[in-house]
């Protein structure tokens, strides 16, 4: 009697193991050959150099003000005492890119050029320039930037960064009537810090966002003097890509650039919408 129980015992035990085997092998094997993840980046974001070449079509508002032998220069609008249009402008762009790393590069030339007759007097650069004078005026920008960026997020479907970068700003200003001329000119590397985002809401349209900028108005006056200014670039886009190599852009910018140094100051204003063709390799 005492065999055949140890008998029993033993068959429920063994099919205890295999009903037990048969559960857990399965399981095992679907654990071990469970397929991974594939990555699946959104059309455009696989290249190593992309460039970018397009029009911009900004709105301007211009002031400066110029002082020389202790006398002191008008604040002169550019566009209602010298007749400034609004133009627009090529621009281009270069990235490289390598894994999280960007480095990039980006040139607008502005140029504004008019003809007008004054309708106030005005003072600029120490000479004065009376009412009635006709005068011809031209405001010549130059808009490089030279950058860094990291994406410390990265997704398939967007990421997200933060730019290093210095802008560097060189503008000449001058006046000429037929009685005398005038010019200042003012240049300087502006470093800039900011972040940047893209998203695609779909795999082959993208929305990006970028603000960069700095002000001196932080630092004592010990430290910057007779020397203050700012520099803001705000950038947001859109990219419709065609293939991984070709795509268009269309966006708004805005650069807004002031500065005080000594008795001179400016403050630009421009933007307004661009469109850009955009190639990578």
């Known amino acids: 009697m005492k065999l055949k129980c140890d008998r029993r015992v033993i068959r429920l035990y063994a099919a205890m193991m295999v009903a037990v085997a048969s559960l857990l ?8 050959f469970q397929p991974r993840p594939v990555s699946d980046p959104a059309t455009g974001e696989q290249f190593h150099i992309e460039g970018a070449i397009g029009l911009w079509f900004p709105g301007t508002e211009m ?12 604040t002169i609008d550019f566009k209602t005492d010298l007749g400034l249009e609004d133009h627009k402008f090529p621009e281009f762009h270069l990235v490289a890119k390598g894994g999280s790393h960007k480095f990039r590069l980006q040139y607008i030339p502005l140029d504004y050029s008019q003809e007008s007759i004054l309708r106030r007097t005005i003072v600029f650069n120490g000479q004065r320039y009376d009412v009635g004078l006709p005068v011809n005026s031209r405001l010549d920008w130059k808009a490089w930037r030279v950058g860094y960026e990291y994406d410390f997020i990265t997704r398939d479907r967007g990421f997200g960064g933060f730019i290093l970068d210095v802008k560097y700003t060189d503008v000449n200003a001058s006046l000429a009537s037929p009685i005398r001329s005038d010019f200042v000119h003012a240049q ?7 972040g940047i985002f893209r998203v695609y809401p ?13 002000t ?23 990219t419709v890509n065609f293939t991984n190599n070709i795509g268009v852009q269309g966006g708004y910018r805005r650069f807004d650039v002031g500065y005080e140094l000594k008795h001179d100051t400016g403050a630009f204003t421009v933007k ?6 955009v190639a990578r390799y």
Do not use: C, K, M
């Open 272 to 277: 307004g919408i661009y469109l850009n063709l």
């Open 216 to 238: 001196l108005g932080w630092a004592p006056n010990s430290i910057r003097g007779d020397t203050n200014g700012h520099y803001a670039d705000i950038d947001f886009y859109g």
């Open 63 to 74: 002031q400066i003000s110029s002082s020389a032998l202790a006398i002191a220069g008008s």
């Open 188 to 194: 300087a590397p502006i470093p800039t810090i900011g």
């Open 202 to 214: 779909v795999p082959n349209i993208a929305i990006t966002g970028e603000i960069t900028g700095f």
């Open 25 to 32: 092998a399965p399981a095992s094997a679907r654990a071990q």
